[in-house]
């Protein structure tokens, strides 16, 4: 597989490009197809844009694992089992047994049946799953919080990942993640990675067109997930602190990383994949003004700073009633790209000029959520390995770096970022009190500026 590297002034961004089987004829657009291209322009393979197979190639049976089986995680196993034949989820894990009914129904439907052998409950789950030599797949799909040790923990079993993004929720994570990330690289296993629009060929398509300098230089960018009120829990009787904090994981900051993770890593990660670098320092703010339960942000605004005086914007909020915004610009010295996944990728340039379409029409984008198990699948059987992993990790740190500046109110830098041992949630896993939890404990910008 070729490789792309990223250069930066203060560190070297090596990730393993995805699954290249691409000819440039698979670039047609509605303004591109009768362009030619330069010797020095990059090839879709160059790149290492996917092959965009609706079905990953039959094999031997591939037995995988999940593990969390809520709604994010039992979606995740649908979509493995629709990515290809002889495709088998032969164990679950999770903490609730209710959950894991719920999934094991699911999957019942689709014909796949778990043994009751085969389903493991509580924290320590994980690690009765890794120890069964015959999976060779897992899914990580547990709240944030748990994956960098699930997939630590992975990757030392010689396990093939599918892993839900963002991939964790401090930078302590983070470096656990890099570090397995490599170990993975050396043992030439798979690792794909829930940011969807990688996995989409209207944003391969468009990448390749900016890479090849359709917008010229890239100076600035935006990025947006604006949306309404997402879903939260209220606290039950006989629930633990513990328990609830789990079954209310999206709106706990030591769980979710806050929104900006789990919803703007998105838009954050198509910024970072264009522009091929990270910041230099972040600046924010936001706040919680509707939030109904748990302790994060409903908004934030960060402004990000990069070399040569670059900047990119990134907003998220989750509040009713309020103006929708999903989408990343990409503003080069030539033009605009502009991109979203509701079917309108275009590039203008400074005229209002189109210079570039994505043909919805005679190439439909599939469903990303499968694509990126059929991705996986075809990795694997044709030993042509992925790892996305670092990937993921940087994008990741850059949302916990504006963050961590909306949280406090002060610059962060990336080399501080980097550094710091900032760790959320208890040392120790079990059901009970968390006596450092406290509801609607949101921070505060400019109280703690440590």
Known sequence: MKRRKFLTNSAILSTALPLGVASPAMLSSCAGDSKKRSADTFSPEDLGMFSFVEIAPDGAPLKAALIGCGDRGTGAAVDFLSAGPN????????????????????????????????????????????????????????????????????????????????????????????????????????VVTGNQRRHRRDYWEAYVEVKNGIIGE?????????????????????????????????????LSGDHILDQGI????????????????????????????????????????????????????????????????????????????AGEMKILDWDGKLLWEYDYKSKPVQNPYRQEHVHLVESIRLNKKINQAEDLAYSTQIAIMGREAAYTGQAITWDQIMASGLRYGPETYEMGSLPDYREKDVPVPGRNPS
């Open 266 to 341: 998105h838009n954050i990660d198509v910024v970072t994949w264009f522009m091929g670098e990270q910041p230099i320092k972040a600046v924010g703010y936001g706040g919680s003004a509707r939030r109904l339960t748990g302790d994060i942000f409903d908004f934030f605004s960060v402004d990000y700073s990069y070399n040569n005086h670059k900047r990119m914007l990134h907003t998220a909020r989750q509040i009713d009633g309020c103006d929708g915004n999903i989408s990343e610009q990409v503003l080069g010295t030539k033009g605009i790209a502009q991109l979203n996944d």
């Open 87 to 190: 495709l088998e989820i032969i164990a679950l894990a999770d903490l609730f047994p209710d959950r894991m009914d719920r999934c094991r129904s699911i999957l019942s439907e689709r014909n796949n049946n778990v043994d009751d052998s085969n389903c493991f409950i509580g924290f320590d789950a994980y690690e009765k799953v890794m120890a069964m030599p015959e999976i060779e797949l897992v899914l990580l799909c547990t709240p944030t919080h748990f994956r960098p040790e699930h997939f630590k923990a992975a990757i030392e079993a010689g396990k093939h990942v599918f892993m839900e993004k963002p991939c964790a929720v401090d930078p302590t994570g983070i470096r656990t993640v890099i570090a397995a990330s490599k170990v993975a690289t050396a043992k030439g296993l798979s």
């Open 218 to 254: 890239i100076i600035s960018t935006t990025s947006h997930w604006n949306q309404g009120a997402w879903w939260n829990k209220q606290k039950q009787p006989g629930w633990s602190d513990m328990e609830y904090c789990i079954r209310n994981w999206f709106n706990i900051k030591w």
